[in-house]
Every structure is written in structure tokens, then in C-alpha cells.
């Protein structure tokens, strides 16, 4: 693993955990896809030479890491995670972002950034059976209630997809 530069602590969230604020940055290639893996480690622990072997490094790593990110030869990032249940994703994984845009800002590309909406389904779920409020799909629904057949097929689209049922005759 390579160190990275120190992460930036300006306009951080706030009251940052001791551990974030002090970890360390290392990067991992991966030599056949270019894929860069990102982990943020607890100021204490030392990465030094494992003998050759790796096991113990890598048992090491993934036993004592904060948080995780990957990111594509073309600039995405993705898989953002925390493994430590006392940090937050924002903190945690602030540093590693700022460590793989700075990296992206070098190549030239344009950075993306892909993540799960894990719980979303299940709100707009909540949403469709009247459980939760939403305007926006109040408003496509007043719209395929009154005949319009777009509103209709989006929220046939925005239905399938929540509930994971393909629409009326699909």
C-alpha cells in the first residue's frame, strides 16, 4: 500500500473524530484492472514489511480499517464504507474522496462519484401507499388520475422499480 498525502481538514463537519482526523491514507492498485482501493487507517497502527507474504498485512489492514473507497482508471467513485460503528460515512470517508479527486485532478479526467440509496425503495414504497408524504409523486399521480398517459407510464416506471414488479404487461 502507498501512503497518500494527508487529507485537507477545511471545511470538515464539524467535530471529527480523533481517529479520522489523525488517520492515515493508503492506496492499493490493482495491477490488471487499475482499480485504486482507498483505506483510511487508525493513526496507530504501522504498515511495514510484512516479509513478502502479504497475509498478515492485509489481515492487518482490513482488521483494523476505517473506511473504505474504490475508484476506476477513469475517474469513478465508488463503494464508499465505514467499518468502524462509532464513524459517520460523511467524516470517514471525507479523506479518502479528497485523496482520489486529487488523484483524478491529475489524469486529466473528470471525476464521478456512483453510490447506493439504501432504504429509498422502501420510502417511496411507504409514499405510493399513502404512509409517507411526497409532492412530487402527489403530483404525478393527481397527473395519470387525470389522464395523462406519461404521468401514467412514469409512475408505472417509478412503481415497478420500487417494488421490484415489472409493470402491467412488461
Known sequence: LDAAPPP????????????ISRGVVRTRVDEKTGLVTYVLLPPDIA??????????LLDAIRSSR????????DGLL?????HDPELNL????????????????????????AASLDGLCD????????AEESGTLDGIRGRADGGDEDARTVLEAV??????????GR
Do not use: K, M, N
Not at 476505517?66 to 482508471?73: A, G, N
Open 8 to 19: 485537507s481538514r477545511t471545511g470538515s463537519s464539524g467535530s471529527q473524530h480523533p481517529r
Open 47 to 56: 504498515i511495514g514489511d510484512d516479509g513478502g507474504g502479504g497475509g498478515d
Open 66 to 73: 476505517l473506511s473504505t473507497l474504490r475508484r476506476t482508471p
Open 78 to 82: 465508488f463503494g464508499a464504507a465505514v
Open 90 to 113: 460523511f467524516d470517514a470517508c471525507r479523506p479518502l474522496v479528497e485523496s482520489a479527486l486529487r488523484d483524478v485532478g491529475g489524469t486529466g479526467r473528470q471525476p464521478s462519484a
Open 123 to 130: 420510502y417511496v414504497v411507504r409514499c405510493l401507499d399513502g
Open 159 to 168: 412503481t415497478a422499480i420500487a417494488t421490484g414488479r415489472p409493470r402491467p
